[in-house]
């Protein structure tokens, strides 16, 4: 019954693969009851009671089942060697399996055969997950989805991995990071399930990087209509400029609500297992789940590995209590309820420097206050001296305060905000402020309260911090490695950016399938997103002569400058404000650091990164050609002027005299 003529047209299919080629046809309920005859012969050959196939059972399981594996099974295989139908939404799991009596097979693979993989096209799919997949129908009871299960309030766990655990991989967290582990994780062939499903995405998603970089896209757009000589420059007149602060706050909702269910619906693709719930590790291969005010989320799920990727909240300094009204952080400053006239930002890094960005756009009178002797610290100090000139300097709606502290914050009687400001070398109180909202974005600390690391015997560092070696296994206050219990992104505290997370996620997968690798921080590039832009890879100058000194190659630095003012696209765009720098070796070419200010900068700073962590050297950069006129021209004209010790790479040397 199973293998006849190919289909001609108007009559239904009659094999999985002829379903494939009618799939948008509307014979499939034909279809759906030929093979569920089939399936009921199946079932009457193998001696099953009529009790266990009765007409409404079997009507039950061919409209939950049978086209759905006509839909589905036969659809391509992803990378990672599992056919879609075992990762792809099969309701199967569902029990249609034990609907029609199929616990009573002895062999796992007959079923298989008999409900998925008796066409050859389908067999060559669906041959690594049939056992997986029917074990997971018989056990009647999970979803692909994990979260509460149907007749009880605990979690489903669905099939168990080749080591006899639930899960290969189980993740705590699911956000950036936790995501780039489970998609690499599910490429290495591993069962992977994601603790976190009420949060999916994290905070880059939802409450970080994504919505903020939606505000940062209408100021820009504002920036530049409210700019009347640059517009006028390019030969355009605007008038007067109004927004509609609701629809950009919707906007940024709607980008992350976006990408949310993105991250969602590619997680569900492949067959991760989203568990809604908070974890708990009870030990080294459990965690529980549960969530606070729900009664019916409850269970626990096992797995040979577990990743802590939990990332962070925004950090507080002592004295300052958040309202949510009048002093709040970037959490609540991206829901755009509302814009005082005048903010002070406390803390002038990354977030300080792009709230800073959005609220001026706005018409809001900003004021920085910053602990350090500079704003902006991190940054390299000539990219720093040029931002603080265009940025903070250059904008009548911008001031700022260094080298205090914001040691006491308290909303007044009269609507408004007092701020206490305390000397940072003399401990004294130097001035006060008063203002109508403060915002803090001081930095933010890792999210690993609650996570039952004491079970573990994992004692966290000063901040928070999970201390992990360099494959990110966790390490003991004991200072024992945990070989199987990995911490990645915020929650490490390595590097708190989200591809950093990402990059951290997909290493300790490596080192999972033991395969060694180590990230190498140094190339992970970051970028601030104001306008114009500030990104960086590597270290600034000042470390790199420091760390020279001490290596002995103090004479071997060299630094390569050029500016945006002698860049034919910046000049058409009339964005000439910006600068490049780069510190590299005169010896060997390599390149220590990249740090560039100026349009488009968080985009072209990949072309330093990449080469840098492909250990290519200046002398193959510089013969590398880049379309003219774009922006990327930058780059070309350090790689180009470097002062090389050698007219060619002396590594290359021997082998072209011997060639």
Not at 35 to 60: D, W
Not at 401 to 411: G, M, S
Not at 553 to 570: E, H, W
């Amino acid at each position: 019954l199973f293998h006849v003529d190919p289909p001609k047209q108007g009559r239904p299919p009659t094999t999985l693969a002829d379903s494939r080629e009618m799939r948008g046809s509307n014979s499939n309920a034909s279809w759906a009851f030929a093979l569920g005859a089939c399936l009921f012969a199946v079932a009457g050959l193998m001696g099953l009671s009529s009790t266990q196939n009765n007409g409404a059972m079997l009507q039950t399981s061919l409209a939950v089942s049978n086209a759905r594996l006509a839909t589905r099974c036969v659809r391509p295989m992803p990378r990672s060697g599992r056919s879609v139908a075992a990762h792809a939404g099969m309701s199967a799991r569902k029990s249609f399996a034990s609907h029609l009596g199929l616990r009573s097979l002895s062999d796992k693979s007959d079923a298989c055969e008999y409900l998925t993989c008796r066409n050859p096209y389908v067999q060559s799919q669906c041959a690594r997950s049939c056992e997986r997949s029917v074990d997971a129908q018989a056990r009647a009871q999970s979803k692909r989805v994990v979260g509460v299960s149907a007749s009880k309030n605990t979690v489903a766990a669905g099939s168990k991995s080749s080591h006899g655990y639930d899960y290969d991989v189980l993740i705590i967290g699911c956000g950036v990071g936790g995501h780039g582990a489970a998609l690499h994780a599910v490429q290495q062939g591993l069962k992977v399930g994601v603790v976190g499903g009420h949060d999916v995405g994290g905070t880059c998603v939802n409450r970080g990087c994504v919505p903020s970089k939606a505000l940062l896209a209408a100021a820009g757009e504002l920036h530049k209509l409210k700019a009347q000589d640059h517009m006028a420059a390019l030969g355009i007149t605007s008038g007067p400029v109004a927004f509609d602060r609701q629809k950009i706050a919707d906007h940024a909702n709607n980008l992350a609500s976006t990408i949310r269910s993105n991250l969602k619906r590619s997680l569900e693709a492949i067959g991760v297992d989203i568990i809604h719930g908070k974890g708990t590790l009870v030990d080294s291969n459990t965690v529980e789940i549960g969530l606070p005010g729900r009664i019916d989320i409850e269970g626990s799920v096992t797995a040979k590995d577990i990743i802590i990727a939990t990332g962070s909240v925004p950090a507080v300094p002592p004295g300052i209590e958040i309202d949510n009204d009048r002093v709040f952080t970037s959490d609540k400053a991206l829901k755009l309820e509302s814009l005082p006239e005048w903010i002070a930002i406390i803390g002038s890094g990354y977030i300080g420097l792009e709230f800073a960005d959005v609220y001026t756009a706005l018409g809001v009178q900003v004021t920085l206050i910053e602990a350090l002797p500079n704003l902006m610290p991190g940054f390299d100090a000539e990219i720093r001296r040029l931002a603080q000139r265009v940025l903070v300097d250059g904008k009548k709606s911008v001031d700022y305060h260094t080298n205090v502290f914001a040691t006491k914050v308290t909303p007044t009687t009269f609507g408004g905000v007092e701020i206490e400001l305390t000397d940072a070398s003399t401990k004294e109180i130097k001035d006060v402020l008063e203002v109508d909202a403060v915002m803090v974005a001081t930095g933010r600390r890792p999210y690993t309260e609650g996570l039952g690391l004491e079970n573990l015997g994992i004692e966290t560092l000063r901040g928070g911090f999970i201390a992990v070696n360099d494959k990110m296994q966790v390490i003991s206050k004991n200072g024992e490695t945990l070989d199987n219990v990995y911490a990645i992104g915020d929650a490490n505290g390595k590097y708190m950016l989200a591809h950093a997370a990402s990059a951290q996620g997909i290493s300790a997968i490596e080192n999972i399938m033991g395969r060694e690798h180590i990230v190498n921080h140094r190339n992970v590039p970051a970028a601030c997103f104001t306008h114009p832009e500030i990104s960086f890879v590597g270290v600034d100058e000042e470390t790199a002569r420091k760390e020279a000194e001490e290596g002995g190659y103090a004479d071997k630095i060299g630094v390569a400058k050029t500016s945006f003012k002698g860049n034919s696209k910046a000049l058409a765009m009339k964005e000439p404000d910006g600068m490049a720098k780069m510190i590299y070796r005169k010896d060997t070419g390599e390149i220590l650091g990249m740090h560039i200010m100026g349009i488009h900068s968080a985009d072209l700073i990949h072309e330093a990164s990449n080469a840098m962590t492909a250990g290519q050297s200046l002398y193959d950069l510089r013969m590398m050609v880049h379309a003219h006129p774009t922006v990327a021209e930058v780059l070309d004209e350090l790689f180009k002027h470097a002062d090389l010790e050698h007219v060619a790479n002396p590594e290359m040397a021997p082998a072209m005299a011997m060639a």
